[in-house]
């Protein structure tokens, strides 16, 4: 029981799963790619949300014109605009490496069973296919039978049966 006694070809799952892991290398390459960019965007933000109070002042004090001062409020604004957009961007590649490691759990579940083990103690008595074949839900791979005890049926002459009696040994030959 428990033993291999079929080895399925996995190979296209093997490859699903290599195609898997790359996609999440990349997806992690992305998320540090726009967490860097985050941390630049912050610090963009920090700085054009000073500029564009310093230039309110300045404006209400008319040392610098309105314009200038609503160019740098729309700067300060653009800037916290692609942050944001940044950080949903980041949200959406955490999701997708999260779908591709809950992906890989499936496929390695599914690789698992490309491997038959036997359900019993026993012999294989008889295989139901052949190297190549395809194998599919619910069919029969092949017929394991416990040898600890067997059942033997036979025809005796009607001479023998007077020595025929429980407890008896019998022998055989196939």
Same mark, same amino acid.
């Given at each position: ?13 093997? @490859?699903? &799963? ?18 860097? /960019? ?10 054009? /949300? ?44 955490? @999701?997708?490496? /999260?779908? &591709? ?7 390695? /579940?599914? =690789? @698992?069973?490309?491997? &038959? ?16 074949? =395809? ?17 033997? +049926? ?6 023998? &049966? ?6 008896? +040994? ?5």
């Amino acid at each position: 029981a428990g033993q291999v006694v079929v080895k399925l070809d996995a190979e296209e799952v093997r @490859h699903r &799963l290599d195609s898997l892991k790359a996609k999440i290398k990349q997806a992690a390459a992305d998320r540090a790619a726009r967490q860097a /960019t985050i941390a630049s965007l912050e610090s963009s933000a920090a700085y054009w /949300t000073k500029e564009e109070k310093r230039d309110r002042r300045l404006a209400e004090k008319d040392a610098i014109p309105d314009s200038q001062a609503e160019k740098t409020a729309d700067r300060a604004t653009e800037v916290k605009a692609n942050l944001r957009a940044a950080k949903k961007k980041l949200e959406a590649v955490r @999701h997708r490496i /999260t779908s &591709l490691r809950q992906q890989k759990k499936e496929l390695r /579940t599914k =690789l @698992h069973y490309y491997t &038959l083990e036997s359900p019993s103690a026993g012999v294989v008595a008889r295989r139901m296919v052949d190297p190549g074949d =395809l194998a599919s839900r619910g069919k029969p791979v092949l017929q394991i039978e416990s040898r600890d005890a067997l059942r033997l +049926t036979f025809d005796v002459p009607q001479a023998d &049966l007077p020595r025929v009696e429980e407890g008896r +040994t019998v022998s055989y030959s196939a």
